[in-house]
């Protein structure tokens, strides 16, 4: 959100809770309406308080036109995983791959990968186009994190070039945690449990 943004948003949440307040405490009889007319007349008999409450309704009014009119521009630059992309163009026409195309590509890759639990995946564009992928992952316990990670990276790579034509520029990895795997018994381990059982 830009400053101006910020600033009308502020001065607004301060004026309307001002005047809560003050309709409040006017309805509950604690302060007297003709005390708010009062100050309001003291404020502007003068020159330069006529000045200054001139000066501040300016600005106040340019700033909700702004606010109300013309919204930030940072709200049309962001654009969701499905409106954002790489355009490829050949003879036939336009191809436009979008982040979320890639997010699934390499989603689809993780899930294969029978050793990591659970992962958050984020694709970002930089002003050349190049594809960077970052992931979090939770790995299960006893996993060679070097050697998984490194075959997630290359696999990852290889998928989205055969579906795509895509090069990656880098794919970033943070482990986020280790899980405990827990082991199902085989038949002859449960033999084995329910013979001790029997026989106590």
């Known amino acids: 959100m830009k400053f101006l943004d910020k600033l009308g948003l502020a001065i607004f949440s301060l004026l309307t809770l001002i005047l809560a307040v003050l309709v409040c405490l006017t309805a509950f009889g604690w302060i007297d309406v003709s005390i708010i007319s009062i100050a309001l007349t003291n404020a502007i008999s003068t020159s330069n308080g006529m000045y200054i409450t001139i ?3 300016i ?6 036109i702004k606010c109300l009119f013309f919204p930030s521009w940072e709200r049309h630059a962001q654009k969701s995983d499905d409106e954002e992309g790489i355009l490829l163009q050949n003879d036939n026409g336009k191809l436009l791959i979008t982040k979320g195309t890639i997010k699934n590509l390499v989603n689809s890759t993780i899930d294969d990968f029978k050793n990591i639990e659970g992962a958050d995946t984020e694709i970002q564009l930089d002003e050349n186009n190049d594809v960077h ?3 979090e992952i939770n790995i299960q316990k006893e996993t060679i994190i070097k050697d998984v990670s490194s075959k ?3 696999k990852i790579k290889e998928t989205v070039k055969k579906a795509t034509d895509l090069e990656i520029k ?3 990895i943070k482990v986020n945690d280790v899980e405990r795997v827990e082991q199902v018994p085989t038949k002859e381990e449960k033999n ?9």
């Open 55 to 57: 000066g501040i309704s």
């Open 59 to 64: 600005v106040l009014i340019l700033l909700a």
């Open 133 to 135: 992928v970052n992931i």
């Open 152 to 154: 997630l990276q290359n």
């Open 170 to 172: 880098e794919i970033n």
């Open 192 to 200: 084995v449990a329910d013979d001790s059982v029997e026989t106590k």
